[in-house]
């Protein structure tokens, strides 16, 4: 029985529950370290709650106390890439009783840059832990496109990746996500206008609009 007076646990038990039903990686809710555009080649990452899965067996609960913004790297001058805004656990940094809640920089948030290409593709899982070292569990939190030559960024760029557990959350603030591209119409009406879907959160959910007053 945890969370009683006298009680020692360890590390995995501490978050055991977290770990089941979230599946280890997770963040709080709609807002938590979600991404946006703040002007010019600058992102940031919201306030919020997240849990990082270490392995099978231990995830760390992890939080950002206030907006933290990240600067994006020089756009290429002639092709696009697509960067990776990650939040990672840096375990070079010893954990220590003398900060309450380890407020001594243990968590650290990094774009990691991607390469030019006609058509870019965001860093791989080896691109990320070469950026922040091996060892060191990581989200990821948004791809960023950045177009050839840009110098100002826009939120119609940035492309939620966050992990969730979608039973767990509200259905409608998700739906209310914007499409990172045009939705992929494949059947109109007077009536009605059906999509294959779009990235929520890393899942592709079906959706059909209907006019008011309208049945599909």
């Not at 509200?170 to 007077?190: E, R």
């Amino acid at each position: 029985v945890y969370n009683m007076a006298g009680g020692l646990h360890s590390a995995s038990a501490y978050t055991a529950f977290e770990n089941e039903a979230l599946g280890g990686n997770a963040v709080a809710s709609y807002d938590a370290l979600r991404v946006s555009t703040t002007g010019g080649m600058k992102v940031t990452v919201a306030k919020g709650n997240a849990l990082i899965r270490v392995d099978s067996e231990l995830s760390r609960r992890v939080a950002l106390t206030s907006p933290v913004d990240i600067t994006i790297t020089t756009a290429d001058t002639t092709l696009p890439r697509k960067d990776l805004i990650v939040v990672y656990i840096d375990t070079a940094v010893a954990p220590t009783t003398d900060n309450q809640d380890n407020v001594n920089n243990i968590l650290k948030l990094v774009a990691v840059k991607g390469i030019p290409s006609v058509s870019p593709q965001a860093p791989d899982d080896n691109a990320v832990l070469q950026a922040i070292g091996a060892g060191n569990p990581f989200i990821k939190l948004a791809q960023v496109i950045v177009p050839s030559g840009a110098t100002n960024l826009s939120d119609d760029l940035i492309l939620d990746v966050r992990p969730h557990k979608s039973e767990l959350y509200p259905a409608s603030p998700f739906i209310a996500i914007k499409p990172s591209q045009p939705w992929d119409i494949v059947y109109l009406t007077t009536k009605s206008i059906r999509s294959t879907g779009y990235n929520v959160y890393g899942s592709t959910v079906p959706i059909a609009i209907t006019a008011p007053g309208q049945e599909v």
